[in-house]
Antibody
Framework: EVQLVESGGTLVRPGGSLRLSCSAS????????MHWVRQAPGKGLEYVSA????????YYADSVKGRFTISRDNSKNTLYLQMSSLRAEDTAVYYC??????????????WGQGTPVTVSS | EIVMTQSPATLSVSPGERATLSCRAS??????LAWYQQKPGQAPRLLIY???TSATGIPARFSGSGSGTEFTLTISSLQSEDFAVYYC??????????FGPGTKVDIK
């Protein structure tokens, strides 16, 4: 069974830093691109960041570029999101998401349960 | 960036009725369009991919159609568990896979 379990979300002060983790199981992690998607309270889904299966390619939304860093450790089946210079508008639930292979279509097939990040003084 | 729009923002439907949700892309995404359902306090769940292919375990009352820039999600007979927010997403252009703003389906 595919499982994605996020952790690391908490209350942090503006300007602070935080690292989110996503532990993956039930599939060959190194075969899949992974993504972070967030959802601010009462709002829609916002695509945040992406990383290719081998970590060689990364992408960031303009809203987080230069402040967030996505990475992965395929030996540990874990995805990370290092967040710095946090702002109130980064307050959201952060979801770890698996994307199917390009051959299978490339859509998002599994989502974690999310980890909440609150940026507030 | 491909912009996704959804209409209506809110759809009020009685149980047992048919619901039709629309999604439009600012440029063609071919059939690289997915629909997700999200209930309060839960993560989104994949319903449809490839514009019209149901994901595993999705009831037959959910169906998707369309290609290019115009897409539709139809729920043939709404059940109580279907009242939720529905998002479309294009995955045509790596890496920016944009979401629509969502359609909330609530009880009439």
């Amino acid at each position: 069974e595919v499982q994605l379990v996020e952790s690391g979300g908490t209350l942090v002060r503006p300007g602070g830093s935080l690292r989110l983790s996503c532990s993956a199981s039930g599939f060959i992690f190194s075969n899949y691109a992974m993504h972070w998607v967030r959802q601010a309270p009462g709002k829609g889904l916002e695509y945040v960041s992406a990383i290719s299966s081998n970590g060689g390619s990364t992408y960031y939304a303009d809203s987080v570029k230069g402040r967030f860093t996505i990475s992965r450790d395929n030996s540990k089946n874990t995805l990370y999101l290092q967040m710095s210079s946090l702002r109130a508008e980064d307050t959201a639930v952060y979801y770890c998401v698996r994307r199917t292979t390009a051959a299978a279509g490339g859509y998002f097939d599994y989502w974690g349960q999310g980890t909440p990040v609150t940026v507030s003084s | 960036e491909i912009v996704m729009t959804q209409s209506p923002a809110t759809l009020s439907v009685s149980p047992g009725e048919r619901a039709t949700l629309s999604c439009r892309a600012s440029q063609s995404v071919s059939s690289n369009l997915a629909w997700y359902q999200q209930k309060p306090g839960q993560a989104p769940r994949l319903l449809i991919y490839g514009a019209s292919t149901s994901a595993t375990g999705i009831p037959a009352r959910f169906s998707g159609s369309g290609s290019g820039t115009e897409f539709t999600l139809t729920i043939s007979s709404l059940q109580s568990e279907d009242f939720a927010v529905y998002y479309c997403q294009q995955y045509n252009n790596w890496p920016l896979f944009t979401f629509g703003p969502g359609t909330k389906v609530d009880i009439k």
